[in-house]
């Protein structure tokens, strides 16, 4: 178990992070989310030691990160880089030595990942011939390929088309059924809904918000609704407690001031009998960050 | 050691190993040399027989003398006796030279294509004649003649202050040699391997490779791992050259030139040897470690030329003044430079092998050396860890000197 006991972080007069608290436990996947310069990179940066706390405690089951912990950890940065020069096996199996696994298991393990993450190319080949989304993998690659025990992914979905974005999150998703502790930053709020279980949200070095994704969501109350029917926009806008409207496809994307105007909205909809579409879900992450972030100014 | 320090050692070793680049490096001396030899050895073949052909007119005797001390006068004694054909063998260039004796007087005359005849050493045999000629005249014996003419013996030797005595022509020619040759190789090295240095970790840091470096291993360790490896790489370059010259020697061992130059560091000794390889490795290391020191500095690699010119002025400051040293050994700022690291692998082993500075004077000035570069390693390993993860806009130079003050 990781644990970020009361971290703060100052460059100068600047607070990058302040009183943070967070635990990440070993089978669980962390989203981090916040705005540019929100203290994200820092903490990363923190925990790998490559900059110390001003104060505050960081350790793994109690005790500080050692090098020989650090060889565990699996660590992709958000400005990726990698040796032009070199050859994908050279490469990668460069970066798996250096976190203590053996070259053979490394080039057996390599052809294993080179086929689940459909690299195009040849482990022969150099990483300079490959285009961004597969040098991005291969940079995946090097940070996964000796299973390490904590992940540290700072925008992993960055510059990734749909297609990669998923066969990334299934790695994801399988690095954390095999029991990694997992923290991730992400500005897409859909991916951090489909595979985190905790989340901690950070405004200005500050968290504004923390735990379970749908903990949180729920906090906030069912109060979007989403209605198909044959109705107006105006129609459905005297009914009160409605604070937004919006048009979307063939329905209405509804915003309401708390959960009870729901069964108003209901009893409207239904008062003629069947309508194709009604669901009451609580805002998305998306609209909680936009939320949050407009609040905190 | 350190199995982390190992992989990395063998990674900056075998990356730079495989390169198209460090083959060139090592070999492009070696075919430049090849190709020398071979032009040289081409020019020689071409030019043929070079002994001058000389027709001796006029005095037979004279001619007879000649005729025996062709080799040592370097000309080939043509069988024309008569003037007139040796005019005409002359104009058809079939002669380099005609040489007409009368009495105390001779003529040399040759045509505009002639090789080149050593006049000085005919104007001795001819003077050697005359005295002998006139003593006899005089009434004196040949043992008195040939004192008469027996020429002043000026012997040159180096008195050293252990009472030993050298050749000083010979010594003299060594020493310059060792000079250049230290020089020279000091300087190529730090030039080559300083700038390789800089490049791979402006790169890391640029590229931002050295942030999943440095997740997996710690800053001392890409560190020491780097140089070890560049400087392991160097260490190769070196047995390459090594291998080759004994091969040259195998090849080249009847070649008169070559024979000359082995003769001139035939004095040169093999704890002498074990010494100048020693500073020359030592003062590697310590410009591998400055270099890599102020290339964590470097934000990406249009600045690495920047960082590295000032180490290669560094370099080229001892090859200077081991040029200077050569003509003043006792002057008090050589002596000096002579115990400065970064500069006395220059001047110290020069100067030992020249008897100016004894064995001891010459341990010091590699031990200060040593003392140097470990201090300079540990110093650089922290300025490192700082900098290679922190971008600044700060020249580089006022970068390292803040580096430096806030260590202290």
Redesign the interface.
Known sequence: MIQLTNINKTFGNNIAVNSMNMTLEPGKVMGLIGQNGAGKTTTFRMILNFITPTSGKITWDNHPITQSDKQKIGFLPEERGLYQKLTIEEQILYFAELHGMSRSDAKTALTDWLKRLDVVGKATDKVQSLSKGNAQKIQMIASLIFNPEFIILDEPFSGLDPVNTSIMMNEIIRMRDNGAMIIFSSHDMNNVTKISDNLTMLKQGKIVLQGGVQEIREKFGRTKIYVEGPFSTSELSNIAGITNIKQQGAGFDITIANESVGHHIFDYVTRNGYIPAFSQQPPTLDDIFRQEVAYHE | MN??LI??IK?TYR?HFK?RGFWLLVLSPLIFAVILGAIGFGISQMQGNTTPKVAIIGNSQVRQIFKRDEKSLEIDVSKITDSKQANKSLASQDLDGILTIDNDNATLTTQPKSNSINKEAIVSVLGNLSRSQKAADYGLTAEQTQNLIKPFNLKSVVKQSNNESTNGDSSDMANYGIAVAIGIVTTMIVMWYASMIATEIAN?KS????????????ASIQYFGKMIGIFALAVTHMAIYVVAGVIGYIVLQNNKLFSNVIQMFSGITLGFTLYAISFILVAVALYLILTAMIASLVNDNAQVQQAVQPITFLAMIGYMFSFIMTNMPNNLAIKVLSYVPFISQSMMPVRLVTKVETWPAAIISLLIAVVAMISLAWMGQSIYAKNV?SYSDDKIMSQLIKNIKNKN
Request: charged fraction near 20%.
């Open positions: 199995k982390s992989i990395v990674q990356s390169t890391e590229s931002r490779i050295m942030e999943t470096l440095l997740a997996a291993t710690s993860l």
